[in-house]
């Protein structure tokens, strides 16, 4: 998928449970940066095109180990151990992302060492990618209205 259908899938997420934490200030961000950051295997991608995530393209492919819930089960513990404010967020961005991504055609190894693939139909791009990236921005906008109004 791409980076903006991502993107509202995370901001869709991060609202929903943005007044169920402590610190939905702290909390939303995480959940977008996350979102987008199981990408990083890429040069094509929005944060991959970062210099920074160079060298994490240089020992990987993409949708390899960095698209699997064993990397994002493991970081998500490693954040607990470092800043565990920050985990929850992380581990859901993060998941969302692996969720989507497992519709696509390309697929993902979501218990990477593990061979097998979890695949769909759904083309990066293509015209579903679009039609769930205009509905989850209605959504995110509906959510945002309730939000300001009281009513959520």
Do not use: E
């Not at 040069?43 to 819930?69: C, D, E, W």
Request: with cysteine; hydrophobic share 55%.
């Amino acid at each position: 998928m791409l980076w903006k259908t991502h993107l509202v899938i995370g901001l869709a997420v991060a609202l929903f449970f943005a007044p169920h934490v402590s610190d939905p200030v702290l909390f939303m961000p995480i959940v977008l940066f996350a979102t987008l950051f199981p990408d990083v295997d890429s040069g094509f991608s929005y944060i991959g095109k970062n210099p920074l995530a160079k060298p994490v393209q240089m020992t990987t492919n993409h949708r390899g180990i960095v698209h699997s819930y064993t990397l994002c089960i493991f970081l998500s513990i490693l954040i607990v151990f470092v800043y565990p404010p920050a985990a929850l967020p992380f581990f859901l961005g993060y998941s969302f992302h692996l969720f989507a991504d497992a519709f696509t055609v390309q697929g993902i190894r979501p218990f990477w060492p593990i061979k097998a693939v979890s695949k769909g139909v759904i083309k990066s791009g293509g015209i579903t990618d679009k039609a769930i990236f205009y509905t989850l921005l209605f959504v995110d906008i509906l959510l945002i209205v309730l939000m300001i109004s009281g009513t959520f």
